[in-house]
């Protein structure tokens, strides 16, 4: 119902003015729709809920939308997701965007807060199945306004939002809401990632309460998680590509009423022919492989790890390899083993497979 609401009003809007059985010259402005979706179907096949001999499958994301423009200085996306435990469904992005609004673009609705590299890069584009460790102090979309603007060699983004998972949530505007801003530098870029050096770094203060979480195996394998109270998040990030060779490494901290919180991570990841991770100026984040016609291969190692021992006793290590086989560049299969290494209770590893395309 809500595309073919939004494909009706733009069959409307693209319509010429009659007046008197004559036609009247319409406004000239460039306007399109276009539809778009993704679904991960995962399978953990060891390692479920923390047990070694346990497996469990879901839909990680089953997701359609529409973006486009709505004139040349303004652009939308709304996108649902049904793969959502507790409702039928729920609301990603569902943004309005204005161009060149004083020193750059206004972006107000609900989608992802600016704070770490993985954390804002789409899950068409990671390279395991769960981003790592550090994206759970990433506090991901809510409700908010942000302004941001990009130059080939530096992206900034800046903004203040209220806790909201989904559209038409009351939230209360004296509690939980944050203010926060990232800035990246770029001494170096070529072809849209083929060569680069990211260089960024990301702060935000939260009044009211903040869920950390992760998942460092699948989604269905268990999470670390906690509740912090006024927290002030720093983050910082480093990318390097060269062609088919790729490396990413992300810090953060978490300072709250309760305590001191850190995580930090680093992969590696290479592309067995002549592929490379894309990359995306205006968000500073990684976006669709490039080089990609008849297939490719990729291969990775991650090593992070998280420390909530001041705050509620809890920290741990994970170590994962993936495995990525590229179909096209709309459709992969992922394969990721890891090993969890807690600090309180059992190691276990979880093997997880993931097929997914989107378009």
Known sequence: MLLATVLLFQSQALAPLTKGGSTAPSLQVEKSVTVFGRLQSDFTLSGAGGEEDAS????????????????????????????????????????????????????????????????????????????????????????????????????????????????????????????????????????????????????QERKGTKSFKAYPGSHESGSWATTLTNVDTTGLELAYTDGSLSLMAEYANADSDEGEATSKSAQVSWFTGDQYRGYKVSSAAFERAKGISEGAWEVAVRWGDYDFSEVDGTSGTAKGVALNWYVDSNIRVMVDSTTVEPEVGADYGVMAIRFAFDF
């Open 56 to 203: 469990a499958v879901e839909f990680r994301r089953v997701r359609i939308g529409a973006k486009g423009n709505l004139s040349d200085e303004a652009s939308f996306k709304v996108e649902l997701d049904f793969a959502s435990s507790s409702e039928p469904a729920k609301f990603a992005d569902a943004y309005l965007q204005l161009k060149n609004i004083g020193p750059g673009a206004i972006k107000v609705g609900h989608f992802k807060e600016p704070f770490g590299l993985d954390a804002l890069t789409s899950s068409r584009f990671i390279t395991f199945l769960e981003r790592s460790v550090v994206s759970g102090f990433s506090p991901a979309r809510n409700h908010g306004i942000m302004m941001s603007n990009s130059t080939d060699q530096l992206t900034w983004q800046a903004g203040t939002f209220w806790d909201a998972d989904s559209y038409g949530e009351d939230t209360d505007a004296d509690n939980n809401t944050s203010f926060g801003g990232r800035v990246v530098f770029r001494p170096w870029i070529t072809d849209k990632g083929r060569t680069l050096l990211h260089m960024g770094a990301a702060v």
